[in-house]
């Protein structure tokens, strides 16, 4: 099976600076990999998919990058309400579908 | 836009079966566009996808669920199901249903519904 390892578990970060969480996958998916933003209490919502792809309706704030097994989800200025976990999640592995752990994003 | 909607009991006994619905609306389950997911997600852990079901009932199973899950659907009400078999306390979750593009993401989420197993 696929694993996926995001990266850091959580951090802490201020208004306006610039985010960045990492995605590791266990072996090559290509650009199989989507980013999911959950907020506290609500569903998962998605965000970026096919590793670059805006969802429509998200912020340019938000955005993706990466193949093979490494990838990166940026928050160009982070924003109070961009408070939430994000999931990284490979569909490389048809028709199975595994997410990354998460990573906690609050504010400093 | 659609939306999707849980339903079920929120306490289901150890080794008793949990049973949970989704309710489609503002599109048709049987537009052979989407697959339709069930996902959970245990308190304050990671998302876990279960399993996914086509309009025509041809389905995909998570294989560590594999043995103790069947996913249903009924076209003419527009609603899909999830049913777990033999419960025990670690299958508390939140559980979710998603519309789920090309097999590849899960891009319309349910608000989610807590499943409690407890005695």
């Known amino acids: 099976d696929i694993q996926m390892t995001q990266s850091p578990s959580s951090l802490s970060a201020s208004v306006g600076d610039r985010v960045t969480i990492t995605c590791q996958a266990s072996?090559?998916?290509?650009?199989?990999l989507n980013w999911y933003q959950q907020k506290p209490g609500k569903a998962p919502k998605l965000l970026i998919y096919?590793?670059?792809n805006l969802e429509t309706g998200v912020p340019s704030r938000f955005s993706g990058s990466g193949s093979g097994t490494d990838f990166t989800f940026t928050i160009s200025s982070l924003q109070p309400e961009d408070i939430a976990t994000y999931y990284c999640?490979?569909?490389?592995?048809?028709?199975?579908?595994?997410f990354g752990g998460g990573t906690k994003v609050e504010i400093k | 836009q659609v939306q999707l909607q849980e339903s079920g009991p929120g306490l289901v006994k150890p080794s008793q079966t949990l049973s949970l619905t989704c309710t489609v609306s503002?599109?048709?389950?049987?537009?052979?566009?989407?697959?339709w997911s069930w996902i959970r997600q245990p308190p304050g852990k990671g998302l876990e996808w279960i399993g996914y079901?086509?309009?025509?009932?041809?389905?995909y199973y998570n294989p560590s669920l594999k043995s103790r899950v069947t996913i249903s659907v009924d076209t003419s009400k527009n609603q899909f199901s999830l049913k777990l078999s033999s419960v025990t306390a670690a299958d508390t979750a939140v559980y979710y249903c998603?519309?789920?593009?090309?097999?590849?993401?899960?891009?319309?989420w349910g608000q989610g519904t807590l499943v409690t197993v407890s005695s």
């Open positions: 999640q490979q569909y490389d592995n048809l028709p199975l579908l595994t």
């Open positions: 079901i086509y309009y025509s009932g041809s389905t």
């Open positions: 998603a519309r789920t593009t090309s097999l590849r993401f899960l891009e319309r």
């Open positions: 503002g599109g048709s389950i049987s537009s052979g566009d989407y697959y």
């Open positions: 072996q090559d998916i290509s650009n199989y």
């Open positions: 096919d590793a670059s």
